[in-house]
Nanobody
Framework: QVQLVESGGGLVQAGASLRLSCAASGRTFISNVMAWFRQAPGKEREFVAGISWSGGSTKFGDSVKGRFTISRDNTKSSVYLQMNSLKPEDTAVYYC???????????????????WGQGTQVTVSS
C-alpha cells in the first residue's frame, strides 16, 4: 500500500505560480509511476502530468504544456507539480496518484492509477 498526501494548494491571482507537493508513505515509492490529476466542479477528472519512476519520462496534458512541470525526489518519497502562469481555468482540486508497483508506463487515465491522495484545492482568480 502507498499513502499519498498533497499540499501546497491555495488561492492565487492569474499569472502567479504555485508548487504542489505529494508525500508518499507505505511500501516502496521509488518504483511507482506518479501523476497529477485535477477535477473542477461539474467537469470530468483531467490528467495533468505524469512521471516515470526514474524521472526520465514525463507527460503533460495539452492544457498545461509549457506552463507546468513535474518532478520527483525518490530520496524523499515525494513528487512535485510546479505550476506557472496560472489561469482561472486551472482552478480545480488537484490529486496526486500512483500506479501499482511494476507498472512502468505513464498512464493518462485515472483508471491506470491505484493510489490516490485526498486532493488539494487550487483557486486562480482573474
Amino acid at each position: 500500500q502507498v499513502q499519498l498526501v498533497e499540499s501546497g494548494g491555495g488561492l492565487v491571482q492569474a499569472g502567479a505560480s504555485l508548487r504542489l507537493s505529494c508525500a508518499a508513505s507505505g511500501r516502496t515509492f521509488i518504483s511507482n509511476v506518479m501523476a497529477w490529476f485535477r477535477q473542477a466542479p461539474g467537469k470530468e477528472r483531467e490528467f495533468v502530468a505524469g512521471i516515470s519512476w526514474s524521472g526520465g519520462s514525463t507527460k503533460f496534458g495539452d492544457s498545461v504544456k509549457g506552463r507546468f512541470t513535474i518532478s520527483r525526489d525518490n530520496t524523499k518519497s515525494s513528487v512535485y507539480l510546479q505550476m506557472n502562469s496560472l489561469k482561472p481555468e486551472d482552478t480545480a482540486v488537484y490529486y496526486c496518484a500512483g500506479r501499482a508497483y511494476a507498472m512502468t508506463a505513464v498512464g493518462l487515465s485515472g483508471s491506470d492509477y491505484m493510489y490516490w491522495g485526498q486532493g488539494t484545492q487550487v483557486t486562480v482568480s482573474s
